[in-house]
Structure formats: C-alpha cells, structure tokens
C-alpha cells in the first residue's frame, strides 16, 4: 500500500510539473518548451521575455501557492469537523477575510496588494477566533458540530454586510467587483513572493499535526486516550486555515469548489490516512487550479476567470458528492 502511495506522489509531482509548463507556455500568443528555456535561462528576451516575467510566470506561481493554501486548509477542515462536505467557506474565514477587504476599500481606501493582504489575514484570523468562542461558548470540549454552525452564521453576517457595504457605496463597488470574482491573474512577481512565506508556514504547520489527525478522527474520548489533545489539535488547525485562507483570499479572491472537492480526490487515491491525504490535496489543488485557469484562457479570448471555471467543474461533482454514501464518508 504504501509504495502504490508514493506511485501516486511520484505522479501527482510529474502532473504539477508538466501543469505549470503548460501554464506557461498556453496563452493568446502561445510559445515552444524552447523558447520558454531560453527566456528562463536568460538567452532570449524581447517580447516572450515580457509575456513570461509580467503574465505567466506570476498568474503560474500565484495559482500553485494559492492553490497549495485552499487544498491544505480544504483538507484541515474536513478533518476537524468531521464533515466530508466542509470547505473554508463554512466556517466563514473566507467570508471574514473578504470582508475585511471590504472594509479597507470602503472606509481607508486601500487599493494596494499588501494592504489587502494585510486586512485579509486580520479578518480570517480574527473570524476563526469568533468561530471558535462562539463554538465552544458553555461547553466544556470543541464540538465540531457547534463550530460549524457557528461558522455558517457568522460567515453569512459577514457576507451580508459586504454586499450591504458595497452597495451604498459605488466607487468601493467598482473595485470590489474585480477583486471579488476570484482570479489568478497577477502581473508583478511581488505578489506571489509576498504570500509564499505564509503559505509555506501554514503547510508546514498543517503537516505537522496530520498524525494526531488521525486519532481526531475517532473521537475526543478515544483521541485523549490515545494521547492527543483535541483542543490543541483544532486550534493549532484553525491557527494553519487562518492564514492560508487569509493568503489566498487577499491574492486570488474567493474561490469556491477547490477545497472541497480535492480532499475527496485524494481520499480516494490513498485512504483515510491524514498523513497523506494533507500533502496529497497540497499538490493536487494546484493542478486542478492551473487547468481550470488554462482552460479559462484557450475558451475566451478575454479569459475566463478561474473561479468560474472551478465552478463548473465544481457543481457537478458537489452533486455527487452530496448523493453519494461511499464519496461523501471519512
């Protein structure tokens, strides 16, 4: 079993690899593997010197660190609540990230990358705090069930007052509108090298608790027995979708589907087992992200934002997901 698991990682790598190649190369003037070596070795310039630099290179690293933070917080979860249909959207991070972007572009007029990279991980983490007061509020112990619940209604709080926000306001909702339909495309490396450290803490930092994920997953009793604290464990993982969430969130806009459907996928690849369903979704999100964005590109002239696109890869099999016992158990 295990070396058919690292078959699979082994693959799931080469299909990354060969993703973000394509990524680069696929485009409204497509260009060679030759040409696209030669400009990343330093031997061609000119105008595929500038196509890759200022568009692809940018929009392929933002949708591979974007895509590692929605596939790491997507499994996380999935696991902590104990719910294989949950996502970062339920338990309203998303929503809290987004509003504090809102927020920023209403009432102190930001309009620069790092300041709503800055508000977003504010308003994810000060989001999942309330989730987890609100949560846990009169219990003695985390009951995933609560969590989620309240996470649902603070996130569509939060949702509400955006639109409201956005609406007696439209010069901030002529801005939001852009920002809000989620998007890879970036024209300057400074973004993603801004949200790479984040992203790369909170993987680490998820990856290090997958083993006591697994006990988690048989319940507090039997998981305290084991040896492991549950209250640790769920905060140490709301602390790791705080900031991923908030990354993703303030570089790319909300997408949907992505963290929910690739948990399931990678499931399905190599078991139950956290210790790999976790760096499995890491890498397998990216993958789907970047065709979905290659798709977006190669249909509409105009490009088809990312986040439509997951969308309607997202809607069927949310469907499936929902009406079917073997796809939707832990």
Known sequence: MKSKR??????????????????????????SIDTLWNVLIGHQHGLANIIIFEGRLPRTLNGLLVGMALGTSGALIQAITRNPLADPGILGINLGASFAIVIS???????????????????????????????????????????????VAIGAVFGGLSSALTLFNPMAFDQVRFWSVGSLDVRTLSI?????????????????????????????ALATSLGSNPIRIQLLALIAITILCGAATAAAGPIGFVSLMMPHIARWMVGPDQ????PFSLILTPCLLLTADIIGRVLIAGELRVSIVTAFIGAPILIYLVRSKDASSL
Do not use: E, H
């Open 275 to 278: 210790r790999w369903i976790v």
């Open 6 to 31: 690292y078959g699979w990682l082994l693959t799931c790598l080469m299909l990354l690899l060969i993703i973000m190649v394509l990524s680069l190369c696929i485009g409204a003037k497509p260009l």
């Open 192 to 220: 993603p090298f801004f949200i790479a450290p984040v992203v790369i803490l909170g993987s680490l930092l998820a990856l290090s608790i997958t083993p006591a994920l697994n006990a988690f997953g048989l319940g507090d």
């Open 105 to 151: 572009i209403v009432f102190l007029g930001a309009t620069q990358f790092s300041d709503f990279f800055v508000y977003a991980s504010m308003g994810a983490l000060l989001t999942g705090l309330l989730v987890y007061f609100v949560g846990t509020m009169g219990v003695g112990n985390v009951d995933p069930l609560k969590i989620t619940l309240a996470g």
